[in-house]
């Protein structure tokens, strides 16, 4: 297990300097922390004891995890969780620090690590593991933590979701009501809890109109743009469908750039729906519809968790908050 000692070793600076910088009781540099902290990462350390030492005194920092990647437009769904949150924490005196895994799980591993040596006081994630297991050794159990949008295998704790699998039941249930039938689904990568509840809910609305599932018209793909446009290129000129549902918004971007270009009308010749409501879907032509999920409330209901494990400490019971999703019927459909 690494020490002060190493940890000043490897950043060519003294051990009275490295207290400095966890604790905060002298100035330093930006360049010297930087230099710091960047040996406590690579030397995996943890000042455990100087966490529990002061748990009395609150460092007043949340930090925040999401998953965002520079081409995919759910960055403006995680930016308005966090908006959410800000606005809470603000309010209370608390300071927010925000983390980017990029949906890779050594990046949120390694970020999770690094806020463990920066003393916060709980931490609010959008995971990108499938399985709670692949944290084991990351959380140091000296801070409370909320995971949001997303529930991994195995976790049992805090969580604040929209329900995607019924905001997929109703929008693929309007579809069935009128009238069509062979109705293609488009996702990103199944595993995530958000994926797997959104394919569950359309496939429910078709078990409820006695339709048989075709995995054909299933298609699953990297989210992103490129992906979207293939995938419904695949399910109109493969499988001739006559509605699509996308249930990632940058894939969403990509099918109606396919259709488009191919001069297919909507909803004359296909229908579409898309997931989350953004202003651009709004001023398309038609106008798109939308499964519209609560995203600011999101973060309000998280943060708000959050605070109660601080100022209170941990209670039996968990909280398990599902919030609804609002289909939105425009003129695509």
């Given at each position: 297990?690494?020490?002060?000692?190493?940890?000043?070793?490897?950043?060519?600076?003294?051990?009275?300097?490295?207290?400095?910088?966890?604790?905060g009781?002298?100035y330093v540099?930006?360049?010297?922390?930087?230099?710091?902290?960047?040996?406590m990462?690579?030397?995996?350390?943890?000042?455990?004891?100087?966490?529990k030492s002061?748990?009395?005194?609150?460092?007043?920092i949340?930090?925040?995890?999401?998953?965002?990647?520079?081409?995919?437009?759910?960055?403006?769904?995680?930016?308005?969780?966090?908006?959410?949150?800000?606005?809470?924490?603000?309010?209370?005196?608390?300071?927010l620090?925000?983390?980017?895994?990029?949906?890779?799980?050594?990046?949120?591993?390694d970020?999770?690590?690094?806020?463990?040596?920066?003393?916060?006081?709980?931490?609010?994630?959008?995971p990108?593991?499938?399985?709670?297991?692949?944290?084991?050794?990351?959380?140091?159990?000296?801070?409370?933590?909320?995971?949001?949008?997303?529930?991994?295998?195995?976790?049992?704790?805090?969580?604040?979701?929209?329900?995607?699998?019924?905001?997929?039941?109703?929008?693929?249930?309007?579809?069935?009501?009128?009238?069509?039938?062979?109705?293609?689904?488009?996702?990103?990568?199944?595993?995530i809890?958000?994926?797997?509840?959104?394919?569950t809910?359309?496939?429910?609305?078709?078990?409820?109109?006695?339709?048989?599932?075709?995995?054909?018209?299933?298609?699953?793909?990297?989210?992103?743009?490129?992906?979207?446009?293939?995938?419904?290129?695949?399910?109109?000129?493969?499988?001739?469908?006559?509605?699509?549902?996308?249930?990632?918004?940058v894939?969403?971007?990509?099918?109606?750039?396919f259709l488009?270009?191919?001069n297919?009308?909507?909803?004359?010749?296909?229908?579409?729906i898309g997931?989350?409501?953004?202003?651009?879907?709004?001023?398309?032509?038609?106008?798109?519809?939308?499964?519209?999920q609560?995203?600011?409330?999101?973060?309000?209901?998280?943060?708000?968790?959050?605070?109660?494990?601080?100022?209170?400490?941990?209670?039996?019971?968990?909280?398990?908050?599902?919030?609804?999703?609002?289909?939105?019927?425009?003129?695509?459909?």
């Amino acid at each position: 297990m690494a020490r002060i000692k190493d940890v000043a070793k490897a950043a060519n600076v003294s051990t009275a300097t490295v207290s400095h910088v966890i604790n905060g009781t002298r100035y330093v540099s930006e360049s010297t922390k930087v230099k710091v902290y960047q040996a406590m990462k690579q030397l995996d350390y943890k000042p455990n004891l100087v966490a529990k030492s002061l748990r009395s005194r609150k460092s007043m920092i949340i930090g925040l995890i999401v998953p965002m990647v520079y081409t995919d437009t759910s960055n403006f769904f995680f930016m308005s969780i966090a908006n959410g949150i800000e606005t809470i924490v603000k309010k209370k005196g608390y300071n927010l620090i925000l983390g980017n895994s990029h949906e890779d799980l050594k990046t949120e591993i390694d970020q999770i690590k690094l806020f463990n040596t920066q003393l916060i006081d709980g931490l609010i994630i959008a995971p990108t593991a499938s399985k709670y297991s692949e944290y084991e050794d990351a959380f140091t159990g000296d801070y409370p933590v909320v995971f949001i949008d997303r529930k991994p295998e195995g976790y049992n704790g805090d969580i604040v979701m929209s329900d995607g699998y019924l905001g997929t039941f109703e929008a693929v249930s309007t579809l069935l009501e009128k009238g069509y039938q062979k109705i293609g689904f488009i996702t990103g990568h199944l595993g995530i809890s958000t994926s797997n509840d959104r394919l569950t809910g359309y496939m429910k609305a078709l078990d409820e109109y006695g339709i048989q599932v075709d995995q054909s018209l299933i298609k699953e793909g990297s989210p992103g743009f490129s992906e979207g446009y293939k995938l419904a290129e695949e399910l109109v000129n493969e499988e001739g469908v006559t509605a699509i549902f996308v249930s990632n918004n940058v894939m969403t971007m990509g099918a109606l750039k396919f259709l488009n270009e191919s001069n297919i009308l909507i909803p004359g010749d296909i229908a579409i729906i898309g997931f989350d409501d953004y202003d651009w879907m709004k001023i398309t032509t038609p106008p798109l519809s939308v499964v519209e999920q609560p995203s600011y409330e999101m973060g309000e209901k998280a943060v708000n968790i959050l605070l109660k494990r601080i100022e209170e400490g941990e209670k039996k019971g968990k909280e398990n908050i599902l919030l609804p999703t609002n289909f939105i019927s425009r003129e695509s459909i």
